[in-house]
């Protein structure tokens, strides 16, 4: 094979996003097939200096950024993904499902699809929206058209839907919430501020940790996961050259996951959703002790005296928050809590995050996360070594801020050509969280539904005051639902719940657009075929792989599978058939917008759109004198009054009035926070009765081998038991990591088999007996494929969020709880399963997919 045998064209890697890639990679393609996918080399095409690399000098030596890009282990297999056995070719109808007669919804999931063509399913959709726009009104369409899924511009991966519905007037939006980010966005926020997302200011924080910082607190994170999907291989490399300079890494969280086992010089186990009183304990350390920084509190923070009286036990609590009061909740020794407490009093100490976790993705989240806030504040947050940081968002949403790494010159951006979502609210939307309880619910534009919050990260802290109601005035309930994120029920709360809703007969129709057969695709009435990105001409950014920022041209590395179209190419069929296509593409070709997408880049002037689309990618030049940039709340540190943060009064709010005075009765949320083990929205504790019966937390983290519910059917990471667990039956488990105490008392051994349970329903998945996990915790990924046994109550396959709770974060908080919660465990026979369930075990599957798409479709 020569050189000539082969063509080589660039692929952005990002697969959770809107319009962000990540990981720049080259894809070799020959006779049509991809060969292999390989890092992007930045030296080949252009001069080192013109793009200035970075260096960060601290303690004697230096780091460096990488001179090629630093693709993940998904961007190599991603060529399996593309050709699975799951993949849908063509257009699918369910079978007993007439839109002119018997439409059966009690059958979805049940029954099988058939074969039709683009022009019958077009024909269909056209004259479903017609019918239900007549009889219901636009606003009785639910689109659902966010994250999870692969990253594209012009043929966005989610919200052509809303293009289409834009133009034709009106839908109701389901309103993603910030699941990655919940604790922060619910209640850090109400503390510092920082909007758009409540994170930390994290500007310049490589070089602050390298030079200042003696010990980093990673809490409740996974340096070595999440960061695959998104930061590439920087925050694992970078977190390698901090053991080589001395600086130490201490890991808080229940397991001994990837980042904990590669880095830590202090793994401090705590049991999940008790981080509030490990938090508490040690500011109750600091405070008898004398340790805190008093003359930061009084000239930054405001209304810490009311926390202080209930960490001292002298408010109406009278419980003093001491090492001894945390030990039996948190399962962390007292000796540990004052000696960690003592230690991070004396050195310079900074907390590091990755993409949320079981920290703030479980029931009352926003309390740690403001706690969090206050723990850095009474050690003067903002001075040298003294930040928060989060090795994940590079430029996120396009600011500075957002950006530990050495900074840009130029941050690219491609919002003028993004095809999808474009964030606009509409008049009527529903928070993701909510969307089983809309639809099952029995309510009226006179008996609405109501919640606070837009719900979507972005949006501003105030927004949070505001009720907002389902249906909105005038309008009806939800007939029709449009999803391009057919991952609702293994991803988001309550999974099971997602199920019942989808069998109500209120919805007549339920429109897929996806390219493979999996989870909410099941539930379907109809299926549109959709490309993968490797089969599109694209353009995208990545700005956030820590390196540089980078813009690409993506170039068609195959040719589309069957008769699998885009999904802006998709939208655009039915649009045809509506009569309002020249309006949906708003009078532009696919190439004439990828010009446009760069000519509004904010590259347009660094290069030419000919010499661009020959070269494949342009980086953006590290930014002369990113060195002297602020640090983290550096300046906020310095002078408060000049360099105030975005809440009500410039400064950090351990006591919020904005909460006090809109929830005078919310004791789950109030005006400054605390350790609530269980309350009226959740029972999910140790401490609770209902831990009698179901006496285990799970943990649900970020998966290691899939983003989200992405990549389950990569047959090469199967073959990894820390992916899945072969079982007795052939059938490929979701590990559930178990201590070998519990294991013991339950009589587990390595290998069997478990059925994971609470009243929310039950799931399966082959016990990885270790002692990576602490005793009364069990760890399962969350985002396992769906494979229902009974619908509705139980699942083979793992997909462990159908018995999250179903509850929000709290009263007022429409945020996700998917990690934290109680289970039972025990050891079970699937051979006797098989003899009660012959249907769901006698599936054919695919060992590197799963279950096979032959027992969804008549082939």
């Known amino acids: 094979m020569t050189n000539k045998d082969v063509k080589t064209v660039y692929k952005g890697t990002g697969l959770c996003s809107f319009g962000v890639g990540a990981n720049l990679a080259e894809v070799d393609v020959k006779d049509g097939k ?45 060529k399996k993904r593309i050709t699975s056995p799951n993949r849908i070719l063509y257009p699918l109808k369910r079978e007993d499902w007439d839109p002119n007669g018997e439409r059966n919804p009690q059958n979805r999931g049940k029954s099988k699809f058939v074969r039709i063509s683009w022009d019958e399913a077009t024909d269909i959709i056209a004259a479903e929206i ?37 133009v034709l007037g009106g839908y109701t939006m389901q309103a993603r919430q910030p699941d990655s980010w919940e604790g922060w966005y619910w209640g850090a926020k109400h503390v510092w501020g920082q909007d758009p997302v409540g994170q930390a200011d994290m500007g310049n924080l490589l070089l602050d ?207 003028a050509a993004y095809r999808g979502y474009n964030f606009v ?54 007939h029709m639902i449009w999803s391009d994120t057919p991952c609702w029920t293994t991803c988001w709360n309550g999974g099971n719940s997602m199920i019942d809703a989808l069998h109500s007969d209120k919805i007549e129709t339920i429109i897929v657009q996806h390219p493979w057969l999996e989870n909410d ?39 589309p599978l069957g008769e699998s179209k885009s999904d802006w190419e998709a939208v655009g069929e039915v649009a045809k058939k509506l009569g309002v296509y020249d309006a949906y593409v708003e009078g532009k070709t696919e190439e004439e917008w990828i010009r446009f997408g760069f000519e509004n880049s904010h590259f347009q002037d660094l290069i030419s759109f000919e010499e661009f689309k020959e070269k494949g990618y342009y980086l953006s030049p590290t930014a002369e004198g990113w060195e002297n940039d602020s640090r983290g709340f550096e300046n906020f540190y310095k002078n408060p009054e000049e360099n105030a943060l975005n809440t009500p009064t410039g400064k950090l709010e351990i006591y919020s009035e904005e909460l006090a005075a809109n929830f005078p009765d919310d004791v789950e949320r109030g005006p400054y926070p605390k350790f609530i083990p269980f309350g009226e929205s959740h029972q999910e504790s140790r401490l609770h009765p209902r831990s009698e019966k179901y006496p285990y937390l799970i943990v649900s983290n970020h998966p290691r081998w899939r983003v989200h519910a992405n990549m389950d059917d990569i047959s090469w990471f199967r073959e990894i038991e820390t992916c899945k667990m072969l079982g007795p039956d052939g059938y490929q488990y979701e590990p559930v990591w178990i201590n070998p105490k519990d294991a013991q008392k339950l009589g587990i051994v390595h290998g069997d088999i478990v059925k994971v349970y609470n009243d929310r329903g039950w799931t399966l998945g082959g016990a990885y007996v270790s002692e990576r996990i602490m005793p009364g915790v069990v ?55 098989a003899k009660k369930y012959p249907e769901a075990f006698n599936r054919k599957y695919d060992k590197g997919i799963g279950v096979s798409i032959e027992n969804r479709v008549k082939l």
């Open 521 to 559: 695709c099941l539930y379907a009435d109809l299926i549109l075929p959709v490309n993968t990105k490797y089969e599109e001409n694209d353009i995208g950014v990545d700005s956030v792989n820590g390196n540089y920022c980078t813009l690409y041209y993506e170039e068609q590395a195959v040719r």
């Open 34 to 78: 991809i060969l292999r996918t390989r890092p992007a080399r930045y030296d080949k095409k252009y001069d080192m200096e013109q793009f200035r690399p970075w260096t960060i000098k601290a303690r004697g030596r230096e780091f460096s950024a990488s001179n090629k890009s630093l693709i993940s282990p998904f961007a190599i297999g991603y």
């Open 209 to 415: 940790i390298a030079e200042n910082t003696d010990m980093l607190v990673f809490w409740g994170c996974d340096m070595e996961t999440t960061p695959w999907g998104w930061g590439g291989q920087l925050p694992s490399n970078y977190c390698n050259w901090l053991t080589e300079i001395g600086v130490k890494q201490v890991y808080i969280c229940p397991d001994v996951n990837y980042g904990c086992a590669a880095h830590n010089d202090k793994w401090i186990p705590v049991y999940p959703n008790t981080d509030a009183a490990l938090h508490l304990a040690i500011m109750y350390t600091w405070l008898t002790e004398d340790t805190w920084d008093k003359e930061y509190m009084k000239t930054h923070s405001v209304g810490f005296e009311y926390l202080k009286k209930y960490i001292l036990g002298e408010d109406d609590d009278k419980t003093p928050k001491t090492p001894k009061w945390a030990e039996p909740i948190c399962g962390v020794p007292s000796r540990t809590i004052k000696a960690l407490a003592r230690k991070w009093a004396k050195q310079t100490a900074s907390i590091a995050h990755c993409n949320g976790g079981s920290l703030v993705r479980s029931t009352y989240s926003h309390e740690p996360a403001r706690l969090e806030v206050c723990l850095m504040a009474m050690q003067g947050l903002g001075a040298p070594g003294r930040n928060i940081v989060k090795f994940i968002e590079w430029n996120f949403y396009g600011m500075d801020s957002q950006q530990p790494a050495p900074r840009s010159e130029v941050i690219p951006s491609l919002d």
């Open 779 to 833: 760890l399962q990924d969350h985002g396992s494929r769906l494979d229902p046994i009974e619908d509705g109550v139980s699942d083979r396959a793992g997909a462990n969020n159908l018995i999250c709770p179903t509850a929000t974060t709290s009263r007022n908080a429409a945020g996700e709880v998917t990690s934290g919660f109680l289970v039972g465990i025990e050891k079970t026979d699937v051979f006797e399963l």
């Open 425 to 478: 609210q509409p008049a009527s939307f529903i928070p993701k969280t909510l969307i089983p309880k809309a639809i099952l619910g029995e309510y009226t534009a006179e008996n609405p539904l109501k919640w606070h919050g837009f719900t979507l990260a972005g949006w501003p802290r105030w927004d949070q005051f505001i009720e907002y109601q389902y249906p909105i005035p005038g309008a009806q309930e939800l």
């Open 130 to 166: 017609n019918r239900v726009k007549e009889k219901y009104g636009l606003e009785s369409v639910l689109l659902q058209c966010d994250g999870h899924g692969e990253t594209k511009v012009v043929h966005a991966a989610h919200g052509c839907n809303t293009r289409l519905f834009d």
